[in-house]
């Protein structure tokens, strides 16, 4: 799988489906976690705005391709790294399994075919248990013969189904404790600021009154110089 070279032209059109191809290269919109300076995850990928969000797909068929390493660890990086994926298979009914990917952050899997006969999209959505539900409910055959709709319906699922995926165990921790250190962060950089002004309106008990009123009324005047008060 992730060893393809190339894709079919049904592929190539789902590509086309999903959004735009851009060049990689200074491109200055969200890139996804991809090299837009020297080129090092490949020279083009997807990239498509909905509904005010912008995405940038992380193609395997774009992404590097290493012929002496059978694992494909670049493309894996990227793709083994991402909440949501998308499977694109050949044939009506593909035999896929998520299973076969192993990762502990990918908890969506979209498996998508094309269906000659029915000129129309199949979609089958598989997500990890701890994942909650979420919509949009798909069809009971699973079968979209308006291409369009069809887009609209998969980036709203995938979305949704990043959304519900935060709610698990394994981001839910890795949340909270990014949110804790970023409190413990800004508390720090608060006190650090603070600390002097602070010291400011410190009276020592060893300084004689005199001395006091006439360090306390030096901070006041600096402090109306400099606007903390009014």
Request: proline share 6%.
């Amino acid at each position: 799988m992730f060893s393809n070279e190339s894709g079919s032209e049904h592929f190539r059109k789902f590509l086309d489906l999903l959004g735009d191809t851009v060049q990689l290269l200074d491109f200055d919109r969200f890139r996804g976690g991809l090299d837009v300076k020297t080129n090092t995850t490949g020279t083009e990928s997807v990239y498509t705005v909905y509904k005010g969000h912008e995405i940038m797909f992380h193609v395997s068929t774009m992404l590097p391709y290493s012929p002496d390493n059978p694992q494909q660890v670049e493309r894996k990086r990227h793709i083994g790294n991402d909440i949501c994926v998308i499977v694109f298979c050949e044939g009506k009914y593909p035999s896929f399994r998520p299973s076969s990917i192993k990762s502990k952050f990918i908890h969506v899997f979209a498996v998508v075919s094309f269906d000659q006969d029915e000129d129309g999209y199949r979609l089958q959505v598989y997500s990890a248990e701890s994942v909650p539900l979420f919509g949009p409910p798909l069809p009971s055959l699973g079968l979209f013969r308006d291409h369009v709709g069809f887009r609209e319906l998969l980036l709203a699922k995938l979305m949704n189904g990043e959304k519900a995926a935060y709610g698990t165990p394994i981001f839910k921790d890795k949340r909270e404790r990014t949110l804790d250190l970023l409190i413990r962060n800004l508390e720090r950089d608060y006190d650090a600021m603070m600390a002097p002004r602070r010291s400011l309106l410190i009276l020592p008990e060893t300084l004689s009154p005199r001395i006091q009123r006439r360090k306390v009324q030096a901070k006041v005047t600096e402090f109306q110089q400099i606007g903390q008060v009014s």
